[in-house]
């Protein structure tokens, strides 16, 4: 089966930081676009960061400079680093992944293109 699972969420104070992991299994990242989106109470998913197998990333404008993705090909792992943390943040934080056929250059925060979703992971910020 085709899987995400996040990891290390949790509560953190403003200001704090925070990393997220997202786990594979079924298939691999290589050639893949990855990324992470987020809810927050009340409000519609928004796409935080995305990362294409050149390692080209895209980020929202709300986290740039304060979060970044990255992936370890070995461990099969997507990441978020989430430094400078704001209460605005507080969400159920997903990782998804894009179909082969996207490219690089396709790999852009659009909730409709990835088809893989793992089930979220909670982070609080107070």
């Known amino acids: 089966d085709v899987q995400l699972v996040e990891s290390g969420g949790g509560s953190v104070q403003a200001g704090g930081s925070l990393r997220l992991s997202c786990a594979a299994s079924?298939?691999?990242?290589?050639?893949?676009?990855m990324a992470w989106f987020r809810q927050a109470p009340g409000k519609e998913r928004e796409g935080v960061a995305s990362?294409?197998?050149?390692?080209?990333?895209d980020y929202a404008g709300s986290v740039k400079g304060r979060f970044t993705i990255s992936t370890d090909f070995s461990k099969n792992t997507l990441f978020l680093q989430m430094n400078s943390r704001e209460p605005e943040d507080t969400a159920l934080y997903y990782c998804?992944?894009?179909?082969?056929?996207?490219?690089?250059?396709?790999?852009?925060?659009?909730?409709?293109?990835?088809?893989?979703w793992g089930q979220g992971t909670q982070v609080t910020v107070s």
């Open positions: 998804a992944a894009a179909p082969y056929e996207v490219k690089w250059y396709q790999c852009l925060l659009q909730e409709g293109r990835f088809t893989v």
């Open positions: 079924g298939f691999t990242f290589s050639g893949r676009c």
């Open positions: 990362i294409a197998d050149t390692s080209s990333t």
